[in-house]
C-alpha cells in the first residue's frame, strides 16, 4: 500500500490519478490533496477519498473548504506555503507533482529533501531548475519516475537497457491543431482554437503550449535532465496519431519503441505502481484500428518555441528558467486575448535575449530569474496590446 500525496489534484493528471487509485484500492490511499482555485471539485474529492490533508492555495478560498469539510476528519490548510510543507509528512510516500508551471518547484525541492518519491508530472520543475533537482535527488538518492507519455516512454524503453548507453531519443509530437498552417494562418488563430487539441485532453495552459510546440520544447529540456543526454542526442518527431509515445536509438542503431492508446492514465499508473505492471481495464491499441502512422519534421520557423528550447538547453544556467517564466505571462496573455497566437514565441525570445546568463545557479538565482523574466514579459505584453 502506498500513499500519494497529489500536488494539483483538480487538474487533468490529478483527477486521472485519483481514477488510477479508485480502480486500485488495494494498492493506493490518498493521503493528501492540493488545489489552487477549484474548491468545488476539491471538496468532492476530499469526501470521496477522505485524505488525512487538503491545501487550498488560493487563501481567499480557505473558509469555503473548511466549513464544507468540518464534518470530515480532514485537516485543511491554505496558501503556497502549506502546499510546499505537506509534502514531507511521514505518512507521504509519492509526491505526484501534477501542478502548474513555476509553482511546482518548491514543493518538488521539499519532497526531495523528505526523501519522498517522486511521480513527475509537472515539467516545469526540470525546466527550471533541472540541474538543481537532479544534484539534489542523487544526494537524497530520492527515485524521479516521469509521468509524461514521452517521458515515461523513454523510461518504459530503458527496463533492462541501463548499462547499455543511448544514443540518441526520439519525442513523438501530434503537432498540435496547427501543423502546417503557414505563419499568416497563424497569426489569425484563436484561444478557442488553440484549445481544441487533436489527441490528448489536457487543462488549457499545457494544450496552449502544445499548440505552440512550447510543451515539446519542454520535454526536450525535461529529457536532457532526466535521462542525463545532451542536445544534440534528443531529437522531435511529428506523429499525428499520438500512438508511438517515444523512442530509444542504442549505439548499435536498434530502436525501441513504447507504444499505446493516448491515454495518461497509462504512465500515470506505471508511475505510481513502479516496478510492477498493474492490471487495468483502459482502452487497448488495435493496429487494424491504425492501419496508418506517419511521420513528419516540425516546423520550428513557425513554431519558434521549439527552436528557442533548443537554444536555451545549450546556454544553460538560468536560461531555460526564464524561457518558461515569459512562456507562462505570454499564455496567460494569449488566452486573454492580449497578444496574437505568434507573438508568445516573439515575447519569449526577446525575454531570453534580455536574461544574464548564470552559469551555476543556485535557487535563489532561480527565483531572481523568473521575477524578472516574468516583469520584462508582461511589459512586452503591455507594449503589444
Not at 161 to 185: D, Q, W, Y
Request: charged share 20%; proline share 5%.
Amino acid at each position: 500500500m502506498k500513499n500519494i500525496a497529489i500536488l494539483g489534484s483538480t487538474g487533468s493528471i490529478g483527477t486521472q490519478a485519483l481514477e488510477v487509485i479508485e480502480k486500485n484500492p488495494d494498492r493506493f490511499t490518498v493521503e493528501v490533496l492540493t488545489a489552487n482555485n477549484n474548491t468545488k471539485l476539491l471538496i468532492a474529492q476530499a469526501r470521496q477519498f477522505r485524505p488525512n490533508v487538503v491545501v487550498i492555495a488560493n487563501e481567499d478560498k480557505y473558509d469555503e473548504v473548511r466549513d464544507a469539510l468540518a464534518s470530515e476528519p480532514i485537516k485543511v490548510y491554505a496558501g503556497a506555503s502549506a502546499v510546499a510543507q505537506v509534502v514531507s509528512m511521514g505518512s507521504v510516500d509519492v509526491v505526484l507533482t501534477a501542478m502548474v508551471g513555476y509553482s511546482g518547484l518548491l514543493p518538488t525541492i521539499n519532497a526531495i529533501n523528505a526523501g519522498k518519491t517522486i511521480a513527475l508530472a509537472n515539467k516545469e520543475t526540470m525546466v527550471v531548475a533541472g540541474e538543481l533537482i537532479v544534484r539534489l535527488a542523487n544526494e537524497k538518492k530520492v527515485d524521479i519516475l516521469p509521468v509524461d507519455s514521452e517521458h515515461s516512454a523513454i523510461f518504459q524503453c530503458l527496463a533492462g537497457e541501463f548499462m547499455n548507453p543511448i544514443e540518441k531519443v526520439i519525442l513523438t509530437c501530434s503537432g498540435g491543431p496547427f501543423h502546417g498552417r503557414t505563419a499568416k494562418e497563424l497569426r489569425a488563430v484563436t484561444p478557442e482554437d488553440a484549445l481544441k487539441h487533436p489527441s490528448w485532453d489536457m487543462g488549457a495552459k499545457i494544450t496552449i503550449d502544445s499548440a505552440s510546440l512550447m510543451n515539446k520544447g519542454f520535454e526536450v529540456i525535461e529529457a536532457k535532465w532526466l535521462f542525463g543526454l545532451k542536445p544534440e542526442q534528443i531529437d522531435v518527431v511529428v506523429h499525428p496519431q499520438s500512438i508511438i509515445h517515444s523512442l530509444v536509438q542504442f549505439q548499435d542503431g536498434a530502436l525501441k519503441a513504447q507504444l499505446g492508446m493516448p491515454d495518461m492514465r497509462v504512465p500515470i499508473q506505471y508511475a505510481l505502481a513502479y516496478p510492477e505492471r498493474l492490471a487495468s481495464d483502459f482502452p487497448r491499441f488495435r493496429f487494424s484500428d491504425y492501419p496508418t502512422l506517419t511521420f513528419d519534421t516540425p516546423d520550428t520557423e513557425n513554431f519558434r518555441n521549439l527552436a528557442l528550447s533548443y537554444e536555451a538547453l545549450h546556454q544553460g544556467g538560468n536560461i531555460a528558467c526564464s524561457l518558461n517564466a515569459s512562456n507562462e505571462i505570454a499564455v496567460k496573455a494569449f488566452l486573454e486575448r492580449k497578444i496574437a497566437f505568434t507573438e508568445m514565441a516573439c515575447i519569449n525570445e526577446a525575454v531570453m535575449m534580455k536574461t544574464s546568463l548564470v552559469n551555476e545557479p543556485s535557487y535563489e538565482d532561480y527565483v531572481e530569474t523568473d521575477r524578472e523574466a516574468r516583469a520584462r514579459a508582461a511589459f512586452l505584453v503591455n507594449e503589444n496590446s
